[in-house]
């Protein structure tokens, strides 16, 4: 079982920035490839990154690519999404995902993903 804390969400202005964290419980944190998915109000969860347990592989959907990117920090179980020039699409509640997979493995759908934290929520004003 592994549980997930999102922190960091709030508002900030159009062109800001924001890092959002997730912390996890457990032992086996390298082991698990984690992920990023976001829900805006009325819309579909959308993928936003992944991480492999290493930290050696990670992926961007197309909308973040190039103003987000995503760390770990292994030794303290905690995952980081530095978040750039975030625009008036952006705001959602953000969620932290974990997927016990190879590190080769690139995790894109919430399906499979087995654990979720509770969300954080992002505002950008314009």
């Known amino acids: 079982q592994v549980r997930l804390v999102e922190s960091g969400g709030g508002l900030v202005q159009a062109g800001g920035s924001l890092r959002l964290s997730c912390a996890a419980s457990?032992?086996?944190?390298?082991?698990?490839?984690m992920g990023w998915f976001r829900q805006a109000p009325g819309k579909q969860r959308e993928f936003v990154a992944t991480?492999?347990?290493?930290?050696?592989?990670?992926y961007y959907g197309d909308s973040v690519k190039g103003r987000f990117t995503l760390s770990r920090d292994n030794a303290k179980n905690t995952v980081y999404l530095q978040m750039n020039s975030l625009k008036p699409k952006d705001p959602a509640v953000y969620y932290c995902?974990?997927?016990?997979?190879?590190?080769?493995?690139?995790?894109?759908?919430?399906?499979?993903?087995?654990?979720w934290g509770q969300g954080t929520h992002v505002t950008v004003s314009s």
């Open positions: 995902a974990a997927s016990e997979s190879r590190d080769y493995v690139i995790l894109t759908l919430s399906s499979q993903y087995a654990y």
């Open positions: 457990g032992r086996t944190f390298s082991s698990y490839a």
């Open positions: 991480i492999s347990g290493s930290g050696s592989t990670t």
